[in-house]
């Protein structure tokens, strides 16, 4: 499975962007699509995941009510609506695919290690 992620930038406090990650190859095997982001100096940190299962979605705090995760099942893509952009937003942005046969928790789906591709990231860079 190739993840790319696309449609980072510079935007100013309180506009959006909307990220987009595209899976490539074995992508039947893809059963749930987290995004995480990783600021200079801090550890990387789950903000969103989508489950291909049930279409269930799962927000960190930090981001809930501000950015949406939704699918386009037809394109192999899940896109991370990002609205309210604060200057604590900037950040590399990474979207990773879980494929493992095993159930996934509701207390691991934020977690990087839950999490078997992963895409190079895209950045994020919010001036105040």
């Known amino acids: 499975v190739q993840i790319v992620e696309s449609g980072g930038g510079m935007v100013r406090a309180g506009e959006s962007l909307r990220l987009s990650c595209v899976a490539r190859g074995a992508t039947v095997s893809i059963n749930t699509i987290g995004w995480f982001r990783q600021a200079p100096g801090k550890e990387r940190e789950g903000i969103s995941s989508?489950?291909?299962?049930?279409?269930?979605?799962y927000y960190a705090d930090s981001v809930k009510g501000r950015f949406t995760i939704s699918r386009d099942s037809a394109k192999n893509m899940v896109h991370l609506q990002l609205n309210s952009l604060t200057p604590e937003d900037t950040a590399v942005y990474y979207c990773a695919a879980h494929v493992r046969d095993t159930i996934v928790l509701i207390d691991e789906l934020l977690l990087p290690q839950t999490y078997d591709y992963w895409g190079h990231g895209t950045q994020v860079t919010v001036s105040s």
């Open positions: 989508l489950a291909f299962t049930d279409g269930s979605t």
